[in-house]
């Protein structure tokens, strides 16, 4: 079935919104009535048909619109998307990746032609038609990175390896969840984390960072994150928080179900093959709390974690103060039925 | 708690191995190296001294050390043009000294980068005030010397709180909005980095 992109957007009059197809295939992050920060790490392996998990790189229906406030924001702010010089090669492996992945999941949205080094893109969503030469960046309208993460959704880190730590040396980070690539470019492991409460003092770090130093080429990983977002904006950067702070402000009891988003991101880990960087995509999923009541086990489920979460990671995550009102609109949901393990709908 | 992306300042060690010692100094910073070499060195032989006072008074007790060469600068970026000079066309085997307030030290290790000079190889101790430098998150401005919390960014008038999150490349720790969720509603300003 040919994909329908949606027109719509992510500010402003906030039209996003997920089809009943959209909202199955949701990533939903709680595996259990509880959570508590894990690395919960897997292998990123195929999914079922149809799931977020089917292919590599997803695409799914909001890939244009989301591509759109890609360029809004670099419009407004160009410093969303830095490399730092020794990262080229690791720019080159990252357009190499997600082109090949593309073309591979998708032949009906994108097309790679390589003939030696010229190789031709085509992103039909997108309307690009492009020919140039791997590795010779004046060929390119924009810089590798760039280019290849204009026509990607989620964000993306590339983190360089040495020194025994990994460290933040170039992204395109437009959607992220109130944290600077701008501050954090340049940072290792432990620095950039450095804001995260508990987490360290639970070793999470010191663990989540030896298992990344050794992702192997060709087989990635992958691990679940989320927070909660007011409006389905997917600038939530500390840049602009002063702009979207105030919506926080506007969660009733009347409006919470379409207001309040559970916003999941799938990150992915991937051993880059020049450079042996990895490469850090945080895709991130929006669902209202009025979408995922039409999955009764999710709306079940989200009340008992809600519940159970500790106050500095309700603070950390930025919901604490609509935590109640989120409380209340679940709480119908959970009837104190079992419910099976996973985040699968049902 | 300890700041995980916060710089971890040594202290003073004299390197002995150095050919060349260059030190800059800042207000309390000079007592680094006074307390360290208060009966004399044999560095000081081969050592440079920049020195800013920065409303601290040790300009005779650092002249009195003997240094092959010492200067009083009048400010912090007098000192630092000087520094600059004074790198460019430094030998091998010469080692970098740097003590004094946190924002002092960072603009140090900005400069030696230009030169090639690696941050980890530079003996920093920090001494004085606790004052912050603070970027602002929203315009990117820089506001010096931070000692309330929450504070009024110079450039864009924001009020902001200082974040315990800390770049080396920026030096600077991160300022953030503190009435976003509450325009009307900015806490009163208490002395939080005397």
């Known amino acids: 079935m040919a994909m329908i992109f949606h027109d719509e957007t992510y500010r402003d009059d906030f039209s996003f919104h997920n089809s009943p197809e959209s909202i199955r295939r949701y990533p939903f992050p709680f595996h259990e009535d509880s959570y508590m920060y894990a690395i919960n790490m897997e292998n990123h392996l195929p999914g079922k048909p149809g799931s977020s998990y089917e292919h590599p790189i997803d695409v799914d229906e909001h890939y244009v619109s989301e591509m759109r406030d890609r360029a809004i924001v670099l419009n407004e702010d160009p410093k969303r998307c830095q490399a730092l010089p020794h990262m080229m090669a690791a720019q080159w492996d990252t357009l190499e990746l997600l082109m090949t992945n593309k ?9 790679l032609e390589r003939n030696g080094d010229l190789w031709h893109w085509i992103n039909q969503p997108l309307g690009i038609d492009d020919t140039f030469v791997f590795g010779d960046q004046s060929t390119l309208p924009y810089e590798p990175m760039e280019y290849i993460t204009r ?10 390896q040495r020194n025994d730590t990994l460290w933040m040396d170039a992204g395109m980070v437009t959607c992220q969840a109130d944290w600077s690539l701008d501050f954090d470019i340049g940072m290792n492991f432990m620095e950039w984390h450095a804001p995260v409460p508990m987490a360290h003092e639970l070793g999470i770090f010191d663990r989540a960072l030896k298992f990344l130093m050794n992702v192997q080429q060709g087989r990635p990983v992958r691990r679940l994150n989320w927070t909660m977002t007011v ?23 009347q409006n919470i179900g379409s207001k309040l988003h559970l916003r999941c991101e799938l990150q992915s880990f991937w051993r880059l093959p020049r450079s042996n960087a990895l490469l850090f995509p945080i895709r991130q999923y929006l669902i209202s709390l009025n979408d995922i009541a039409t999955i009764p086990k999710w709306a079940c489920r989200m009340h008992r974690v809600l519940t159970t979460i500790p106050d500095s990671i309700a603070e950390y995550k930025g919901f604490s103060r609509n935590r109640q009102l989120a409380l209340d609109f679940l709480a119908p949901f959970d009837d104190g039925r079992e419910l099976t393990l996973g985040g699968e709908p049902e | 708690m300890a700041i995980k992306s916060r710089p971890v300042y040594a202290g003073f060690n004299v390197d002995i191995t150095a050919q060349q010692h260059v030190l800059a100094l800042e207000g309390q910073g000079a007592d680094a190296l006074l307390e360290k070499l208060a009966g004399g060195h044999p560095m000081l032989e081969r050592a440079e001294i920049l020195y800013v006072a920065t409303g601290s008074d040790h300009d005779a007790a650092l002249r009195a ?4 060469n010492y200067w009083l600068a009048p400010t912090a970026e007098a000192l630092r043009d000087r520094l600059s000079e004074i790198l460019a066309h430094a030998t091998m085997c010469t080692r970098l000294y740097v ?4 924002g002092f030290i960072g603009s140090i290790v ?3 980068a230009d030169f090639g000079i690696a941050n980890a190889s530079i003996i920093k101790e920090f001494r004085g005030s606790q004052q912050r430098r603070v970027q602002c998150v929203h315009c ?41 969720e509450t325009p009307d509603i900015i806490p009163p300003s208490v002395e939080m980095y005397r």
């Open chain 1, 231 to 253: 409006n389905p904006r997917l600038d939530t950067s500390p840049e602009n928080y002063h702009k979207w702070g105030p919506d926080k402000t506007t969660v009733t009891a």
């Open chain 1, 103 to 111: 073309a591979r999941s998708y032949p009906d949205l994108f097309t």
């Open chain 2, 99 to 102: 003590a004094g307030t946190e």
């Open chain 2, 110 to 112: 900005q400069l030696a």
């Open chain 2, 140 to 180: 990117k401005g820089f506001n010096d010397n931070v000692t309330i919390s929450p504070f009024q960014c110079v450039h864009c008038d924001l009020h902001l709180f200082v974040r315990d999150h800390f770049s080396v490349r920026l030096n600077a720790f991160q300022g953030v909005c503190i009435n976003a």
């Open chain 2, 65 to 68: 050390l003997g240094a092959a």
């Open chain 1, 151 to 160: 026509q990607a959704q989620g964000d993306f880190c590339i983190v360089d």
